[in-house]
C-alpha cells in the first residue's frame, strides 16, 4: 500500500493551479470536469502518481471559499535550500508565514507558506527531512 494523492478544496481552480505548478514547481498532471456534480478536479505534482504521491485539488462549482477545519496541519514539501526556495516563494508574490530556521527545540530548517485558500505548506531542508523532523 501507499499513499496516492491527498485532496484539497479550493475556491478557484486556476488560481491554485498556478500556485502549485508556477510557484511550487509541480506539474499539471491531469485535470476533469464533471458536470453531473458539479464539480472540476486538477492534479498535482513532481512526478507521476504512479511514482509518488500527488495532490488533487477539487473545485465545487459556485463555492469560493472553505472554513479552515481545526485538524487540518499542512503537507510537507522537501527542498534543497530552503532558503532560496522561500525567497522565490515571496519574489512569486506568495506568503511565507514562517521564515526559514530551526523547528523548535530541535536543529531540522523548516518554513512555512500559505496557498491561495489558506492550507499550510511546510518546506523542510532535504538533508533535515532524512534525520526526521524534531531533530
Known amino acids: 500500500m501507499r499513499i496516492l494523492h491527498t485532496m484539497l478544496r479550493v475556491g478557484d481552480l486556476d488560481r491554485s493551479i498556478k500556485f502549485y505548478c508556477d510557484i ?4 499539471l498532471l491531469r ?3 464533471n458536470p453531473e456534480y458539479k464539480y472540476s478536479l486538477a492534479f498535482v505534482g513532481y512526478e507521476d502518481e504512479d511514482k509518488t504521491a500527488v495532490i488533487e485539488l477539487t473545485y465545487n462549482w459556485g463555492v469560493s471559499e472553505y472554513e479552515m477545519g481545526g485538524a487540518y496541519g499542512h503537507i510537507a514539501i522537501g527542498v534543497e535550500d530552503i532558503y532560496a526556495v522561500c525567497e522565490s516563494v515571496k519574489a512569486a508574490g506568495a506568503k511565507v508565514t514562517r521564515e526559514p530556521g530551526p523547528v ?4 531540522t530548517v523548516i518554513a512555512f507558506v500559505e496557498d491561495p485558500d489558506g492550507y499550510k505548506i511546510e518546506f523542510i531542508e532535504n538533508k533535515s527531512a532524512k534525520a526526521a523532523l524534531g531533530n
Not at 24 to 27: A, E, Q, Y
Not at 104 to 107: L, N
Open 24 to 27: 511550487l514547481g509541480m506539474r
Open 31 to 33: 485535470t476533469s470536469e
Open 104 to 107: 523548535k527545540g530541535g536543529t
